[in-house]
């Protein structure tokens, strides 16, 4: 009966730690409030290598432009404070398989991918909309991960993300 008990005490706890931890990490994923990307629209992420507590990478600019990706670039170089002649093309992110609708180009501050690469949260207008992905500048590998916790890693390009399709709330890329 004592094992019985114990058992039993060592399952809730087991299941509470699991709760408490999808707690803590739907905190960490939950969505920010952004306006939608309007089809037609371009947009630039750039991304510092440092992280916050939960390794994320620091997102230091974000733009859009009607006009075209290499003006997103720009503009969030001029609005971020950031020298876009730094800055490394790391990913481009797409709404549809076979990198169809450019969603985002992410950049880095600091250079291309390394082994600690880049990790991006896709939130607001991004999330659960990537299907594809093309790594640039030493970008070969990423993980993505699904808001329950579910991941995949792909080497890139990765034509079609499969079960994390419009599914993805975190991307790391890096040189693997």
Not at 8 to 28: D, E, S
Request: charged share 20%.
């Amino acid at each position: 009966m004592r094992n019985r008990i114990r058992t039993m005490y060592l399952n809730v706890r087991a299941a509470l730690a699991t709760l408490a931890t999808v707690v803590v990490v739907g905190a960490f994923l939950a969505p920010a409030a952004a306006a939608a990307v309007e089809k037609g629209e371009y947009c630039a992420v750039i991304l510092s290598k440092e992280r916050d507590a939960n390794g994320v990478s620091k997102v230091l600019s974000k733009e859009c432009s009607t006009v075209s990706a290499a003006d997103a670039h720009r503009k969030a170089g001029v609005e971020g404070g950031v020298s876009i002649a730094a800055d490394t093309k790391l990913a481009s992110l797409y709404r549809h398989q076979d990198y169809g609708d450019l969603m985002v180009d992410l950049y880095g501050q600091y250079g291309p991918c390394d082994h600690e690469g880049y990790t991006f949260i896709l939130d607001g207008e991004y999330a659960y909309a990537l299907s594809s992905v093309i790594g640039h500048n030493s970008c070969t590998w990423s993980k993505l991960t699904s808001e329950g916790g579910y991941y995949e890693y792909h080497a890139l390009p990765v034509r079609n993300i499969g079960a994390l399709n419009d599914n993805t709330k975190v991307i790391h890329l890096w040189r693997g």
